[in-house]
C-alpha cells in the first residue's frame, strides 16, 4: 500500500470484487433509475455510492461534487477529486461497472458481466 492508501480510504482490486458480488446477490433485480451517487438525506443511490460508503469514503463530500445530479464518473471521483485512492485496474473495474449499469442494466448484470459470476 502507498502512502496515499493511508491518508484516504482505499479499495483494492480484490476488495471491489468481493463488495460488488455481495451487492449483486443483494440487489438482483435493481435498476439506477437516478444519475447521482447520494440523495439528500446521504443515502447510496447506486453501486458505486455503496462501495464508497463501505470503504469509508466522506460522503458528505462525494454528494457536494454531484450537486444537481451532475454526476462526475467514478474515475474521476477517485482520480481527481480523491475521495478515496485505488490503483488503475481496481479504477477500470469501477469504470466498466458503472458504465454499464448507467446504461440502464441491472445491478447483477453490470456486475458480473465486468467480474463474471461467482
Known sequence: M???????PSITYEQAVV??????????DRVTKDF???????????????LMEMFGADVAKVREYS???LSPNIRVLIDDY????A???TVS?????????????TWSE?????????
Open 82 to 85: 480523491g475521495v478515496m485512492y
Open 110 to 118: 453490470a456486475i458480473y458481466y465486468v467480474t463474471g459470476k461467482e
Open 93 to 105: 473495474l469501477l469504470q466498466h461497472v458503472q458504465t454499464i449499469e448507467d446504461g440502464g442494466k
Open 67 to 69: 450537486k444537481n445530479n
Open 2 to 8: 502507498t502512502i496515499e492508501g493511508i491518508l484516504r
Open 19 to 28: 463488495h460488488l458480488r455481495s451487492l449483486a446477490r443483494a440487489y438482483p
Open 36 to 50: 447521482g451517487y447520494f440523495d439528500e438525506q446521504l443515502r447510496p443511490q447506486c453501486i458505486m455510492s455503496h
Open 87 to 89: 490503483d488503475l485496474e
